[in-house]
């Protein structure tokens, strides 16, 4: 057990830090969890952050685990290279340009990389979860918003700014709702939680619905306005699925967050739809399949991505 190093992974998200310890091989020691208070000062995320890592290594050095590296995700664009949240983040009120690596590393006197949470979301699929010996892979999040993480040749592709991979925030509709983001008709406003859940209050006039999985349960009794917005959900979120195809034509597509939790029958027909509107070529032999590592991916993705930069 000596001989093996150990690596801790933060997934910093709206309403909870998630973090844990695991090994190379993705094998959870201990997972944790504590309130983000997002709409603090950076300072104030910052300590919450270090104080996430310090108890991670309390637990480490209580068991006697050789803690390696840390890796991090969070929202926003990140330059990787020198651990830089670049400009603001839509669901955080201060949190933009941020010096997290140097903060971070200073802290825990362990070296450190951050990167998008998305992005880790999909690395950690691709090296523990569903995505695991593919080569080609797109990990979508159907949650509060969506996001998305692209993989390319076993690597993550970030773009020339590192703003790529804003799947969410693709334009489905070129007349559609105006976004937060400053587009308009973005993928998100269709086909996340959020909207699911706005298309419901819509439709029905009852607002006390607060959760897809609501919804689901109604759609479950056969409660007419849930099916017709479930129904939605599919189609909408199959536009954006087959736009994926034929841009990227990956070996597979992942898909997480709150939304898809409601059963691999409900990814089996997006999967359908996606297909019927995708071109041929794009989407012959794409796998379309459930997340595997549920809440879990985004720190694990950040602790495997700790662990490859490290041995790179």
């Known amino acids: 057990m000596q001989s093996e190093r150990y690596f801790i992974g933060l997934d910093l998200g709206g309403t909870a830090i998630k973090f ?34 310090q108890t991670a290594q ?43 690596k140097q903060y971070l590393e200073e802290k825990s006197q362990l070296p450190l990389w951050v990167d998008n949470d998305a992005n ?18 797109v990990c979508v999040t159907l949650g509060t918003g969506i996001g998305g993480g692209i993989i390319v040749d076993k690597e993550l592709f970030r773009g020339s700014n590192y703003a790529g991979g804003e799947i969410g925030h693709m334009s489905i509709k070129f007349d559609g709702e105006p976004c937060r983001c400053g587009g308009i008709g973005c993928w998100e406003l269709y086909a996340s939680a959020t909207a699911m859940i706005k298309n419901y209050h819509l439709k029905s006039g009852d607002t006390s619905i607060r959760s897809t999985k609501e919804i689901f349960e109604k759609y479950y009794n056969n409660e007419t306005i849930a099916r017709e917005v479930v129904e939605q959900e599919i189609e909408m979120a199959a536009v954006g699925v087959a736009n994926i195809l034929n841009i990227f034509n990956p070996q597979m597509v992942i898909i997480g967050g709150g939304v898809s ?52």
């Not at 201990?30 to 910052?46: G, N, S």
């Not at 027909?269 to 794409?286: D, F, H, N, Y």
Request: with cysteine; hydrophobic share 40%.
């Open 120 to 137: 880790m979301m999909a690395f950690g699929e691709a090296t523990f979860g569903a995505g695991k010996g593919f080569s080609h892979v």
């Open 261 to 312: 939790e409601s059963g691999d029958w409900f990814i089996e027909q997006i999967a359908t739809e996606a297909k019927k509107r995708a071109m041929l070529p794009s989407s012959e032999g794409v796998k379309i399949v459930r997340a595997k590592l549920g809440n879990s991916a985004g720190w694990l993705g950040a602790a495997a991505f700790a662990c490859h930069r490290l041995e790179e």
């Open 20 to 53: 844990g310890i695991c090994s190379k091989q993705g094998e959870i020691v201990q997972e944790f969890q504590q309130p983000t208070r997002a709409d603090k000062p950076v300072k104030t995320i910052l300590e919450d952050l270090a104080h996430a890592i």
């Open 58 to 100: 309390e637990f480490a050095k209580q068991h006697q685990l050789p803690v390696a590296a840390v890796g991090m995700g969070t929202p926003g664009s990140v330059d990787v290279e020198c651990g830089y949240l670049r400009g603001n983040t839509p669901n955080f009120k201060h949190w933009k340009d941020v010096k997290i």
